[in-house]
């Protein structure tokens, strides 16, 4: 059902834990299913010095922020926002159908962290680009 690459990030999570005093907090979750994560981030000259997450919800959820903390770290804030669930799924060599939903969450995540570092500079947030698709985050969770 899983690719080698999110059971690897589901049993050996990169960037789990929680950073003190962020710049930046992104927590969403999925009322269908129970999912809920958490993305912290500190950010130095408009770039990503460190993510760390928490999440309470199933391997692919894991998996998913995971992979999403290793492809923004580094990088500047709009170059995090531009990273889609898509991108997130295919950098885990996939996700069956039913768990999209997880990595779409994991893309949330991220807004809404850049979003709260915004915030907390004064700064106008940002919203999302015309023609961004993504599958919505209510589908139902199964295990």
């Known amino acids: 059902m899983y690719s080698e690459k999110v059971m690897e990030h589901f049993m050996n999570p990169r960037n789990q ?3 003190e005093n962020p710049d930046g907090v ?3 979750g999925n009322p269908k299913c129970g999912d809920i994560m958490k993305i912290f981030l500190k950010v130095k000259d408009d770039r990503i010095e ?3 997450f928490q999440t309470f919800g199933c391997g692919a959820a894991v998996a998913s ?3 999403a903390t290793e492809l923004i770290k580094g990088k500047t804030l709009e170059e995090a926002w531009d990273l889609s669930n898509k991108a997130v799924a295919e950098a885990l060599g996939g996700l069956p159908p ?3 939903h997880c990595s779409v969450l994991a893309e949330e995540g991220i807004h809404k962290a850049i979003n709260d570092y915004r915030v907390k500079q004064g700064l106008e947030l940002w919203k999302e680009k015309p ?3 993504h599958a919505h ?3 139902a969770c199964e295990i």
């Open 17 to 19: 834990g929680e950073i």
């Open 26 to 28: 992104g927590e969403v």
């Open 50 to 52: 460190d993510v760390q």
């Open 65 to 67: 922020s995971s992979m």
């Open 98 to 100: 039913v768990k999209m």
């Open 131 to 133: 023609g961004a698709s």
């Open 137 to 139: 985050a209510d589908d």
